[in-house]
C-alpha cells in the first residue's frame, strides 16, 4: 500500500506536456454534457461516470513531459499497470469524498435556516431512484465502466492522431446510442408529448420490447473496452520495451 501511495504521489505530479490536449478535453465536456442533458433525474450517474473519465484522462494523458518518472518507478511492470489503474480510482474516490463532503456542508447549513428542506430532499432522492429502476441502474454501472476503460485507453495512446480519433469515435458512438435507445419511448402511444428519455431512465427501457437485451449488449461493450484497456496496458508494459 505505502509503494501504490508513494506510486500516485509521483503520477499525480508528473511534469505535463506543453501542448494543451484539445480534443480530449472537448470530449470530455461533450460526454458530460451530453450525458447529463439526457440523463433525466439520474443526474449523478453521468457525473460519475465523467469524472472517472476525466481523472484518467487528467493523469495519464498529458504527462508526457520529461524526465517521466513513472517509466522508472521501482516496481515490477504487473504492478505498475495494477497502480495505474488504481490510481485512477482512487482520485476518483477523493473527489466523490470531496464532493460528498461538501454537499452534505451545505445541505445542513440550508436544513439549520429551512427545516422543511430534509423532507423535500428525501423525497427528491426518492423519485431518482423510482424513475432510474433497475434497468436505468444496471447501465449506469455499465457505463461507468465504459468511460473508466476508455480513459484508461486514452492515457496509453502516446500517438496523438490515434488519441484524438479514438476519442471522436467514443463521442459519435455514444451519441448515436442515446438516440437509438430513446427512440423507442419517443415513438411511443404513452408519450403523447413526444419527449425524450434517455438510458439513465426507466421509462426508456418500459417502452422497449427487450429491454433486458439492450444492458446485456452494454455490459457485453463494458467487457470489451475493459478487455482493451487491459490489453493496451500490458503492451504498455511490455519488459521488452524496457
Known amino acids: 500500500m505505502k509503494k501504490f501511495l508513494y506510486y500516485f504521489r509521483i503520477v499525480s505530479r508528473l511534469p505535463q506536456s506543453k ?33 472517472v473519465f476525466g481523472f484518467g484522462i487528467a ?12 517509466a522508472v518507478f521501482p516496481v515490477s511492470h504487473g504492478k505498475k499497470l495494477l497502480y495505474r489503474f488504481m490510481s485512477v ?39 431518482m431512484f423510482e424513475q432510474t429502476g433497475l434497468y436505468g441502474g444496471l447501465f449506469s454501472v455499465a457505463y461507468f465502466i465504459i468511460l473508466y476503460a476508455a480513459g484508461m485507453i486514452t492515457g496509453f495512446l502516446k500517438r496523438r492522431k490515434a488519441r484524438n480519433i479514438f476519442l471522436i469515435c467514443l463521442c459519435v458512438a455514444l451519441f448515436l446510442a442515446y438516440f437509438f435507445m430513446g427512440l423507442p419511448y419517443y415513438n411511443s402511444i404513452n408519450n403523447s408529448e413526444h419527449t425524450f428519455a434517455g438510458p439513465f431512465s426507466s421509462a426508456c427501457y418500459a417502452a422497449m420490447a ?12 463494458a467487457a470489451g473496452i475493459t478487455g482493451a484497456a487491459i490489453y493496451l496496458g500490458v503492451k504498455h508494459y511490455d519488459p521488452k520495451k524496457f
Not at 493523469?59 to 513513472?70: A, D, H, R
Not at 427487450?210 to 461493450?221: G, K, N, Q, R
Open 89 to 127: 480510482l482512487l482520485m476518483f474516490v477523493l473527489f466523490i469524498a470531496t464532493l460528498f463532503a461538501v454537499s452534505c456542508l451545505i445541505f445542513l447549513i440550508v436544513c439549520i435556516f429551512v427545516p422543511s428542506t430534509l423532507s423535500e430532499v428525501g423525497s427528491d432522492v426518492k423519485n
Open 59 to 70: 493523469l495519464f494523458c498529458t504527462c508526457y513531459g520529461s524526465p517521466n518518472l513513472e
Open 19 to 51: 501542448s494543451i490536449p484539445v480534443v480530449p478535453i472537448i470530449s470530455a465536456a461533450f460526454i458530460y454534457f451530453i450525458s447529463v442533458f439526457l440523463s433525466g433525474a439520474n443526474g449523478w450517474a453521468p457525473i460519475i461516470a465523467a469524472s
Open 210 to 221: 427487450l429491454p433486458w437485451l439492450a444492458i446485456v449488449f452494454w455490459f457485453v461493450i
